[in-house]
């Protein structure tokens, strides 16, 4: 494990998950579920499937799933890791730079556990955990540093608030509502405080810099947002129970990623027109202000 400006990386799960790789056993599994990088992920799961409930049946599937892949899988996590080891310095030093992004007074004080089998990457409980596992990052490793500043991000983020919700507990209009609010605001401003660093970098062929640095594509994404987010916002009555995954979807999914996007693009003209301190203050004062903010514009 290694501290990095408050940032504690954590490498026991993946070593743990390659043990099994290559020889497992019902020992080496029962230590993966019972690991809280494994409590995490599944925390972050039942948001969006509650009847998830046994931590062993629900990493027994996954890391099995994952062993099955093979050898170039098993080369690949271990290349991700030693990137991440190897690039200890520079990710300090872009975690000191990420602090611009964030409210005056944050300080990190969390880990960033790496993991494979789930999602991209999450905050969860107070950490960031990146699955090292992803096609993503054995495309391009450069992405491993971006994502765990994105996730890291978030970890400033729900330091003051968490929209983060079980979506069993959507029931009305208005709670989606202020989901959507609140995931735009947090997907936003993370996906802008990576911006600088990858246009530096060159490294913007990822889906949502592509649209953010094409002025048509990012006004095509915004108008979509908006359409969807007025219609739900300002409708007196809409009926959300059967198509809520679908609208998330929309907002989120691979495809079209509308809260990222336009996010990013509202924390940038916020940015612009009302400069970082006043930005990083939406995060303390919440989404409604990072919305108000924005509209204020208009």
């Known amino acids: ?59 027994r599937k996954i890391i099995n799933q994952e062993r099955s892949k093979g ?20 990710l300090l030093k872009h975690i000191k730079e990420l602090y611009n992004y964030l409210p005056d007074g944050f300080v990190f004080d969390c880990t960033l556990y790496l993991h494979t089998g789930y999602d991209i990457g999450i905050v969860a409980e107070g950490d960031a955990l990146l699955n090292v596992g992803h096609e993503i990052f054995h495309q391009n490793k450069r992405e491993l540093i971006y994502f ?18 079980s979506l069993s507990k959507i029931h009305t209009k208005s709670d989606l509502v202020k989901l959507i609010e609140g995931l735009t605001h947090l997907e936003g401003t993370a996906t802008y405080a990576i911006k600088e660093l990858r ?61 990222y996007v336009t996010g990013a693009h509202m924390a940038e003209e916020i940015d612009k027109k009302f400069g970082r301190e006043v930005l990083n203050q939406t995060i303390v004062n919440g989404s409604e202000a990072f919305f108000e903010k924005y509209n204020s514009l208009f």
């Open 199 to 259: 246009e530096r970098e060159n490294q913007l062929a990822i889906f949502d810099y592509k649209v953010l640095n094409d002025k048509t594509k990012r006004k095509e994404s915004a108008d979509e947002y908006f359409d969807i987010y007025d219609k739900y916002k300002y409708a007196k009555s809409i009926p959300i129970e059967d198509g809520v995954f679908d609208i998330l979807e929309v907002m989120s999914g691979k495809n079209k990623r509308l809260w």
């Open 71 to 90: 050898e170039d899988y098993f080369y690949n996590i271990k290349t991700c890791i030693a990137y991440i080891e190897d690039n200890r310095e520079e």
């Open 1 to 59: 494990m290694n501290s990095l400006s408050g940032v504690k990386i954590d490498f026991s799960f993946t070593d743990l998950v390659l043990q099994y790789f290559y020889k497992p056993s019902e020992e080496l599994l029962h230590q993966i579920s019972n690991h809280v990088a494994a409590r995490k992920i599944l925390s972050n799961a039942q948001i969006s499937d509650t009847s998830l409930k046994d931590i062993d049946e629900f990493w």
């Open 148 to 165: 765990a500043l994105h996730e890291l991000h978030h970890v400033g983020f729900t330091r003051y608030y968490n929209p983060i919700r």
